[in-house]
């Protein structure tokens, strides 16, 4: 460690006990600032017109028909496409869901009441992730503006209330424990700040891959940040010479190796879904994605929108009048952006590594903000990574982290950083909190979910809801690439039997099978199987299911109904516009399994998880033992 850097953090150890005794009703009024954000959660009914409200519900449905079946770790999503699955959970991070399901299956919360909770937990985490963030460095009251910043920030209300995105507001509660993280891991290296790197990292990977790629080289910019300014305090760059280069270089790789092994490890953790995913999201036809409405060009923020106080729920309009329209709106938050305005004087006082963070988020913030604005065009249509974050207007959610910090450093004094000797009282100061209600005030308008009942083709939550609302909003219909775009379902024959009620028990298309060489009759379905009693005449007969064709499914004989497996049966994709699986089976009397397993590279991904989970258990232990010794 640097000379200016260890004494900080050896008096910041010193203090943590004290800060602790003397700071603790500070976490707590961020907790009881939060109460005003999950309010309109507690409000009887639920959002149902919310944009990705209705998706919520059934991804959390999907899911519990899995858990149903003993797999908490699905790939499947059997109902999605009017009943010809989708592998869904092959391309989109489970954690969210997963968080839901856990309050469904074990609190017995009902569908809606999961779903709320979450986003309710997601507004709490992120205030505490903030609050640490801020206050490992820049002390307890701008440790707590920050915190109400970045909960109260517009975009994180649109994404709570308007947009319902419950993926990326959990996603977004999860960024300020990775920045936190990877602060500690690089100045103050030490293996349960790189742990917390790798959990915090693995989280957000699991929860939203997307957010994780846009958020990702923020990340390293910031941790680079953090090394350079390392490296300048033992070699100035201003004494650099030619004989001083290289070991400036592998002093740079040698302060590198804590956040790089922390990352590494996040990886590791998180491989059973990003690796898949990687390898397997080419199988699936993500072009119905992309183009026309979602052309993201037409979706870019006009300069006016980030402070127009139009407040709207509707979807993304394209023109610079949409929230006026009843459309969602951009704003960045007029006392936010003020704040953020006003830490150009502090970081003109500012020193050192203080300095250094805030010109550093007042860059990130005017680069995120200007991704968004027409005026990016070139950097949408020629660069990488930018485009994966489909709509301009989606590169806000990086603005919210530079808001929240920059805000909270106005209140960054030498008598409140960690570290400092005067001590100051256990509660917020006014001016704390005068700038923490008009931050409230401010957005205290858009505290609102529009409560609606369900309309028939939303809910009450059921398969056959599940099927009307597919039809109706062409939502959760996504195709495999084998599957003809121009032909892709609009209805099926399962659909069709769920709205009517039916109970249905096999996914076989009997439409096509002939009684005169070939019986065949389920015994048993799940959500990632079927099992099948079969009788075929005269020779080697097909069996054809109303499933997609997917890498994973596959088709065994079995000994009896309830026997092991005999042998593995041919499973062909069938050459038609839906590519549906096709299984062939033998002469005779006899029993088939089809079954949705782990691919190659899923095993692959699992493996390494499992490995990195015991590694850093092992590391952990052993550190114990060091200690305990």
Excluded at 258 to 281: D, M, Y
Excluded at 611 to 620: C, K, R, S
Aim: aromatic share 14%.
């Amino acid at each position: 460690m640097t000379h200016e850097i260890a004494p900080q953090a050896l008096e910041e150890t010193r203090t943590e006990a004290a800060d602790q005794r003397h700071g603790w009703p500070y976490p707590i009024f961020v907790l009881l600032l939060c109460l005003f954000a999950i309010a309109p959660y507690l409000e009887p009914g639920y959002f149902w017109s919310a944009h990705d409200a209705r998706h919520d519900v059934y991804f959390l449905f999907e899911y519990d028909r899995a858990v149903q079946d003993g797999i908490w770790f699905p790939r499947w999503g059997p109902d999605f496409t009017f009943g010809y699955g989708y592998p869904f959970w092959v391309v989109y991070g489970p954690l969210s869901t997963f968080i839901g399901e856990l309050l469904h299956h074990f609190l017995r919360l009902g569908w809606e009441a999961s779903v709320e909770t979450v986003f309710a937990l997601s507004i709490l985490a992120s205030a505490i992730g903030v609050y640490g963030f801020m206050r490992s460095w820049a002390g307890r009251r701008a440790a707590l503006l920050a915190a109400v910043v970045y909960v109260y920030v517009p975009y994180h209300l649109l994404d709570l209330y308007v947009r319902a995105a419950l993926a990326e507001s959990v996603a977004l509660a999860i960024i300020p424990f990775v920045m936190w993280a990877a602060r500690e891991t690089t100045l103050r290296p030490r293996l349960s700040a790189a742990m917390g790197l790798a959990v915090a990292y693995a989280a957000l990977m699991l929860t939203s891959n997307l957010v994780t790629l846009i958020f990702t080289p923020l990340l390293a910019l910031y941790i680079a940040a953090l090394i350079l300014y390392q490296t300048n305090q033992e070699q100035p760059w201003r004494a650099l010479s030619k004989e001083s280069f290289f070991p400036l270089i592998a002093q740079f790789l040698r302060l590198g190796i804590p956040p790089a092994t922390g990352l590494l490890l996040g990886l590791g953790l998180s491989a059973i879904f990003w690796l898949p995913a990687l390898v397997e999201s080419k199988y699936v036809n993500q072009a119905q994605w992309y183009g026309g409405y979602y052309s993201p060009l037409q979706h870019v923020v006009y300069l006016h929108q980030l402070f127009s106080p139009y407040w709207g729920f509707g979807i993304s309009i394209p023109g610079p009048d949409e929230a006026a329209q009843g459309g969602m709106s951009y704003q960045i938050g007029a006392i936010p952006f003020v704040l953020a305005v006003l830490s150009l004087l502090v970081a003109a006082r500012a020193r050192g590594l203080l300095k250094l963070e805030m010109r550093l988020f007042q860059v990130v913030l005017v680069g995120v903000i200007l991704l968004t604005l027409p005026i990016s065009a070139w950097a949408w249509n020629h660069l990488p990574i930018i485009p994966y974050a489909q709509f301009p207007w989606r590169y806000l959610m990086l603005a919210m982290f530079p808001l929240a910090v920059l805000s909270g450093s106005l209140l960054v004094s030498e008598g409140d950083r960690p570290g400092a000797q005067a001590r100051w009282s256990a509660l917020p100061s006014l001016e704390t909190l005068v700038l923490v209600a008009l931050v409230i005030l401010g957005s205290y308008p858009y505290l609102d979910v529009q409560v609606h009942e369900p309309t028939p083709e939303q809910g009450p939550v059921s398969l056959a809801a599940l099927m009307r609302f597919q039809r109706s909003a062409d939502e959760m219909t996504g195709v495999t690439i084998w599957v003809d775009p121009e032909q892709r379902p609009h209805w099926s024959p399962l659909a069709e039997a769920f709205v009517n009620g039916q109970d249905v028990q096999s996914k076989i298309d009997y439409s096509i099978i002939s009684e005169d060489t070939i019986l065949a009759g389920t015994l048993d379905i799940g959500s990632h199987h079927e099992k099948v009693g079969f009788r075929a005449i005269g020779g080697e007969r097909q069996i054809r299911f109303n499933i997609f064709w997917f890498p994973g499914w596959k088709a065994y004989l079995l000994e009896s109904e309830d026997g092991p497996i005999v042998r593995e049966l041919p499973m062909t994709r069938e050459d038609g516009p839906l590519a549906r699986i096709v299984v062939t089976v033998p002469e005779g009397d006899g029993y088939m399994l089809l079954r949705f397993e782990d691919t190659p590279i899923r095993r692959v991904g699992k493996t390494i998880s499992l490995a990195t989970t015991v590694l850093m258990a092992g590391m952990w232990a052993g550190r114990w033992w060091l200690l305990r010794g």
